[in-house]
């Protein structure tokens, strides 16, 4: 019987000392600190960057065509024009040239027509009344005006040398804003009422505030000028 009880005794005795260095491991697995590394991305990651669960948050709301135009963007100011932002320069530029070209052809096809009836009224109703304090005759300067706005508006259309074109197109659309305010003053301007529904120094105000953004803009895509550019701009790169 004896030696039955020693060897159950031991296996006891081993079976409590095992029994109890497991439970110490565990005890010291428990207190293990954090690896460095663990401290780094709880602590010095930010927030924005760091992995979260998107079963915890709510799904971000798409942008609708609504909130783009009720929303902040309402308010947003556009400040690179190039890309799809210079698209409506395009027709801008090309149906204000053609209109120049239109102004400029009084009494024929081409500018200054001398003799025709058309090329002798300006001369007689707006040159010489208005414009008489200029040097030269005022034939020659309305030759000057019809040249400079038929093939200014010529080359402002297609967009080659557009900023001279459009400087010398903004000098007469000037002229014809003091011809009208010296002729009819400013019409009541802006709440007063034209009777005949012609506002006449308006519309070459429009003109030349066009002409004065394309003078400091340029000419914008679909040009010679951007062509010419791309073109010495390559050249000076490589």
């Not at 663990?38 to 709301?61: A, C, G, I, M, W």
Request: glycine share 8%; proline share 7%.
């Amino acid at each position: 019987m004896k030696s039955t009880k020693i060897p159950i005794g031991i296996f006891l005795l081993v079976s409590s000392l095992f029994t109890n260095d497991v439970n110490a491991f565990t005890i010291h697995s428990n207190r293990v600190t954090k690896s460095p590394i663990h401290r780094f991305t709880s602590r010095n990651v930010p927030s924005s960057l760091q992995v979260s669960n998107p079963d915890s948050q709510d799904e971000v709301k798409k942008e609708t065509t609504w909130d783009r135009i009720t929303g902040p963007k309402l308010f947003k100011t556009v400040t690179n024009w190039q890309g799809i932002h210079a698209v409506p320069l395009v027709p801008l530029r090309i149906i204000t040239g053609l209109l120049m070209i239109h102004h400029g052809s009084e009494g024929g096809i081409g500018p200054a027509n001398f003799g025709t009836p058309e090329f002798q009224g300006f001369v007689d109703y707006i040159m010489k009344p208005y414009f008489s304090f200029l040097p030269a005759s005022p034939e020659i300067w309305a030759a000057i005006h019809d040249y400079a706005e038929f093939f200014g508006g010529a080359c402002f259309a297609i967009g080659f040398l557009t900023r001279p074109a459009a400087l010398s197109l903004l000098v007469t659309m000037l002229s014809a804003v003091y011809f009208h305010l010296s002729a009819v003053g400013s019409q009541g301007f802006p709440l007063g009422h034209v009777p005949n529904y012609s506002y006449d120094f308006e519309e070459p105000m429009l003109y030349a505030l066009i002409f004065l953004t394309f003078w400091f803009n340029g000419a914008g895509p679909l040009s010679i000028d951007s062509i010419i550019y791309s073109k010495i701009s390559q050249e000076e790169e490589s």
